[in-house]
């Protein structure tokens, strides 16, 4: 059972087996993930790239090959179009400021969706405010899809880059990126895609998309959290300037002038989080050795599941009713605001999120000012769904 | 009665359902916003300030049943009040609302005092208090509070 291999799932809440409904804020991470990152601190303390001892050698080898564990999960042409960050949040501003601001001139337009994460919102704002350029939204519908009919319009002469989420957080839905990639590649402009939510729900090919960039956060995909990968296509991170100055993304340094090294080593100034890259890469092994396809199949069994166990909640709306989702559900329940459900079934073991989950504007589209979110993971069980329901139907109780 | 029956208590259920002093009037004098924005509780009060009493005091907004109810127990309390002793019954909910302190009740806070089981639960602390933040707020001529 991969379930048994995640411990963290097996602690107690007021006094009760933990139901953890939380995995779109951030995922549980299985046994192999803890143990190499013990093993690194254990046995391979070094710092990397750096000395000739064996132990920096041994953890340079462990660092490097998280990256070809990666490369090979996104499928990029080579291990070195990937550059190691904190996170998605990173991924985004770094190709903000190092591939798009220097294209960019007032009344340029930068194209994002409605459904995006504030991280992928804000850093673009920057961008704006620092430029002069113009943000806009490709719109969603009531089903929390995105309206792509009017997409060719809303790609014009004047788009210098498209950003969009592969997987919302908030609601499930799952965009046809590759469709839009080819949308906005027909008129020349290039595409990053936010895939925070989608590693560690379905199969993701960077080369079969041919996304621009593509941003993974580990502390979502079962990996540490702090951890992450931007993907960009070669000739992109060859062209672009550094993001920041320091050790270990130079090749020469005068008081005069610095040569700075090759990509990736370029983008990673500084001792990079290692214990958290190499927990990454145990991470993307887990997903391989998993199967993604047949996490993909289990995360359907699961949504159709839940979306039959909630109907016997009355009054409780599923906010996202897409198509294509992951087993995201947001919703909220007549009469019980949603702080008051979280507060209630987190005293029945289950952890769900409520609140905006850090996508404010879907939220204005529909007219609430949060709700509660289940998201749930291939080793959540039937079981899980049945005390959700269960301590659904006591909050109800409760406020009768 | 389990932690969470205290917290849901049949007075803050009440209160939650059948809000007093609930919605925006017609006319007030002073006016502030307290908003909660990671956590997503808004609430705006509106009072009537004349000779340094709070003839009115109102309130509006959408939140948890522990920030409305708190909301609707404060108007209550607070109307008719000179702002000198309003200022004395904040503090005293302060140090009602402090998970730091023993106290359970203090007689000049009433019904207000329904609110301590908030305290085994600090992460909705900033929920109940929001609304008396945003009528110091408004006493002294800010525009916002937040207790996030
Ligand atoms: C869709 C989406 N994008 C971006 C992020 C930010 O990712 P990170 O936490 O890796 O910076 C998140 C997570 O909160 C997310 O869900």
Not at chain 1, 144 to 165: A, C, H, P, Y
Not at chain 1, 252 to 281: D, H, M, Q, R, W
Request: aromatic fraction near 8%; hydrophobic fraction near 40%; charged fraction near 20%.
């Amino acid at each position: 059972m991969l379930r048994e291999q995640f411990p963290g799932l097996n602690v107690q809440v007021h006094g009760k087996p933990l139901v953890y409904l939380d995995n779109a804020a951030t995922a549980q991470r299985p046994q192999a993930v803890l143990d190499a990152i013990n093993d690194y601190y254990l046995n391979h303390n070094a710092n990397i790239h750096r000395g000739v001892h064996a132990l920096s050698e041994s953890a340079t080898v462990l660092y490097e090959q998280a990256r070809v564990s990666m490369a090979k999960l996104i499928n990029a042409p080579t291990m070195k179009d990937l550059i190691f960050v904190r996170g998605c949040t990173e991924g985004v501003n770094l190709v903000a400021q190092t591939f798009v601001r220097n294209r960019l001139k007032a009344g340029d337009e930068i194209l994002i969706s409605h459904l995006e994460h504030h991280s992928n919102i804000v850093p673009w704002q920057i961008l704006c405010e620092q430029t002069g350029a113009v943000l806009k939204v490709i719109p969603m519908n009531q089903l929390g899809e995105l309206e792509l009919d009017d997409l060719d319009q809303l790609i014009n002469e004047k788009t210098r880059f498209m950003s969009v989420v592969h997987v919302s957080n908030s609601l499930g839905t799952i965009n046809p990126v590759k469709k839009m990639v080819q949308a906005a590649h027909d008129k020349g402009v290039p595409v990053l895609v936010d895939g925070a939510q989608a590693t560690p729900h379905i199969k993701v090919d960077v080369q079969d998309l041919d996304c621009d960039f593509y941003t993974v956060s580990g502390h979502k995909m079962y990996g540490p959290t702090g951890s992450g990968v931007l993907y960009g296509k070669t000739e992109h991170l060859n062209s672009m300037p550094p993001y920041h100055g320091g050790g270990e993304m130079i090749s020469k340094v005068t008081f005069e002038s610095t040569v700075y090294n090759a990509v990736p080593a370029k983008f990673e100034a500084g001792t990079p989080n290692i214990a958290g890259g190499i927990g990454l890469g145990a991470a993307a092994e887990f997903i391989l050795a998993a199967g993604i396809d047949k996490i993909s199949a289990r995360d359907h069994q699961l949504r159709v599941y839940t979306e039959q166990a909630l109907k016997q909640v009355s009054g409780l709306s599923i906010i996202g009713n897409a198509k294509e989702k992951s087993p995201v559900f947001s919703f909220v329940i007549d009469g019980v605001h949603a702080h008051d459900i979280g507060t209630i079934i987190d005293h029945c073991g289950v952890a769900v999120r409520t609140g905006h989950h850090c996508t404010m504007p879907i939220f204005q589209y529909y007219g609430l000012a949060g709700t509660c979110r289940a998201s749930l993971a291939f080793y959540n069980t039937e079981q899980d769904v049945d005390v959700l329901v269960e301590s659904l139907l006591k909050a109800k109780t409760m406020f009768q | 009665m389990t932690d969470l029956n205290q917290l849901y208590k049949k007075a803050i259920l009440e209160h939650n359902r059948n809000p007093r002093n609930y919605g925006k009037p017609e006319s007030w004098t002073h006016y502030a916003e307290g908003l909660n924005a990671i956590c997503g509780d808004l609430v705006e009060v509106y009072l009537s300030i004349q000779d340094g009493v709070l003839e009115t005091v109102h309130y509006s907004g959408e939140s948890c049943a522990i920030a409305m109810a708190s909301a609707s127990m404060m108007t209550e309390l607070s109307t008719g009040l000179t702002t000198v002793d309003w200022q004395q019954k904040f503090g005293l909910f302060k140090r009602l609302m402090d998970k730091n302190n023993a106290i359970n009740s203090f007689d000049e806070l009433g019904e207000v005092n329904t609110l301590v089981t908030v305290k085994k639960f600090p992460s909705r602390i900033k929920s109940a208090t929001l609304c008396w933040y945003a009528v110091d707020a408004a006493i002294k001529g800010v525009g916002t509070a937040t207790t996030e």
